[in-house]
């Protein structure tokens, strides 16, 4: 009977946890972020997990619970996993990874609700180790993507986004958030890509909804170098 009881007591948890996760997150965006965008072979950078109101600054921090690890698609195009940790201080999950080679670095994450099959939200972000590929899809289900290499941006240049599902284009609204400025939204489609404005140097992020899985994607608009220097 006992055992009865505590296994009741379980499935009861988890149906709440799963009934309040929506209330959680509703209203917040959630992303992962970089601590450097370009970087060098042999940089240990962190990456972090946020969700809020404030990008890039995160005011809640998501359950472990919603994210078993953050997968790094490496330059080679193997698959890492990486443990994640719990910052209370800046209200992130994070986890460390070492760049060991040159080239495109894809890390994204999932939440996803216990005994749930599938994911509620969906995010990644990309890191450069001096080569850029150009080659930003993972192509596991829907994703928010660059179509032109990240490398080339500075301040004063644009950037075009577009909307994937199963690494293929598909049509959508992408929700703009760029530094220091007021958010804006833009449509997409198959054979029509988002011109996003890049004219303020910082961390930009976008988010979208595809078939009820929130999406979000962020990069780095470095600043340009004084061209009289």
């Not at 800046?90 to 099959?117: C, F, H, V």
């Amino acid at each position: 009977m006992l055992t009865f009881f505590k296994k009741l007591l379980k499935r009861l948890k988890a149906a709440l946890f799963v009934i309040l996760l929506p209330s959680v997150l509703y209203g917040h965006d959630n992303w992962i972020t970089a601590e450097k965008y370009y970087a060098n072979p042999g940089d240990k950078i962190r990456l972090q997990i946020g969700c809020g109101h404030d990008f890039p600054s995160s005011d809640t921090v998501i359950s472990k619970k919603l994210v078993e690890k953050i997968k790094v698609k490496l330059p080679e195009g193997k698959k890492k996993t990486l443990e994640i940790n719990t910052d209370s201080v800046s209200n992130t999950l994070w986890a460390a990874l070492k760049l060991d080679s040159t080239g495109t670095y894809i890390a994204s994450y999932k939440l996803q609700r216990p005994q749930m099959e599938n994911p509620v939200a969906y995010g990644s972000t990309v890191i450069i180790c001096r080569e850029d590929s150009g080659i930003y899809v993972n192509g596991e289900g829907p994703e928010i993507a660059p179509l032109e290499k990240l490398s080339r941006l500075g301040t004063d240049d644009n950037i075009m986004l577009g909307l994937f599902n199963g690494g293929k284009r598909v049509g959508g609204s992408l929700n703009i958030y760029p530094p220091y400025g007021r958010s804006y939204r833009m449509r997409t489609a198959e054979s029509r890509a988002a011109e996003i404005k890049t004219d303020i140097p910082g961390k930009y992020l976008v988010t979208a909804r595809i078939e009820g899985i929130d999406l979000s994607f962020t990069f780095l608009v470095p600043e340009r170098e004084n061209e009289n220097n």
